[in-house]
T-cell receptor, first 118, second 118 residues
Framework: AQKVTQAQTEISVVEKEDVTLDCVYETRDTTYYLFWYKQPPSGELVFLIRRNSFDEQNEISGRYSWNFQKSTSSFNFTITASQVVDSAVYFCALSEAAIYNQGGKLIFGQGTELSVKP | GAGVSQSPRYKVAKRGQDVALRCDPISGHVSLFWYQQALGQGPEFLTYFQNEAQLDKSGLPSDRFFAERPEGSVSTLKIQRTQQEDSAVYLC????????????????FGPGTRLTVT
């Protein structure tokens, strides 16, 4: 079965704190893709990152970093020195390889609502 | 360049009415997806088009839901005889390449149409 679990429903931090959003996934495939999207109050999902299952290198982009660990089926997202503008709902998503998933559809977790207070 | 656009942004329908939701994908994008997002949940896949061909409609919840993309560009999601449980945000996303050629390509989302059925 394919599934994405974001156990943290809501997180509240004070500006400049670091925060990690957890994502655990289940898949039957050895080839798959993982994504993070941000959904600000305006509602539009904003693409943040895509990783394929063969690339376990962690990635850093400015204040954002991602930790992909196949051994624990996790793809966690850390925001360093959080800012008020980071307040949003963050979704982790999984896409299996085309052999199981002709269209590349995304399976989303339930999202984590991050609130950064000044 | 222009992103994915959707119209209307908000739609209120009385139970039993038919509605049509429009999506304009990013120009040149081959793949188009529709998702349904209930309040407080992650988006759930409805259907997928590769150009004008509807290759996956496994997520459509009932035969009251119908989608088309006749010229491989603009798509319309139609819901017949709306029910209260159809109330949700309907998201459209497009992707440049078909998954078979590039694996899990990132999808770019529109702002959504919020449908309220009274």
């Amino acid at each position: 079965a394919q599934k994405v679990t974001q156990a943290q429903t809501e997180i509240s931090v004070v500006e400049k704190e670091d925060v990690t959003l957890d994502c655990v996934y289940e898949t039957r495939d050895t080839t798959y893709y993982l994504f993070w999207y941000k959904q600000p109050p305006s509602g539009e999902l904003v693409f943040l990152i895509r990783r394929n299952s063969f690339d376990e290198q962690n990635e850093i982009s400015g204040r954002y970093s991602w930790n992909f660990q196949k051994s624990t089926s996790s793809f966690n997202f850390t925001i360093t020195a959080s800012q008020v503008v980071d307040s949003a709902v963050y979704f982790c998503a999984l896409s299996e390889a085309a052999i199981y998933n002709q269209g590349g559809k995304l399976i989303f977790g339930q999202g984590t609502e991050l609130s950064v207070k000044p | 360049g222009a992103g994915v656009s959707q119209s209307p942004r908000y739609k209120v329908a009385k139970r039993g009415q038919d509605v049509a939701l429009r999506c304009d994908p990013i120009s040149g994008h081959v793949s188009l997806f529709w998702y349904q997002q209930a309040l407080g949940q992650g988006p759930e896949f409805l259907t997928y088009f590769q150009n004008e061909a509807q290759l996956d409609k496994s997520g459509l919840p009932s035969d009251r839901f119908f989608a088309e993309r006749p010229e491989g560009s603009v798509s319309t999601l139609k819901i017949q005889r709306t029910q209260q449980e159809d109330s949700a945000v309907y998201l459209c996303a497009s992707s440049l390449r078909s998954p078979s050629s590039s694996g899990g390509s990132e999808q770019y989302f529109g702002p959504g149409t919020r449908l309220t059925v009274t």
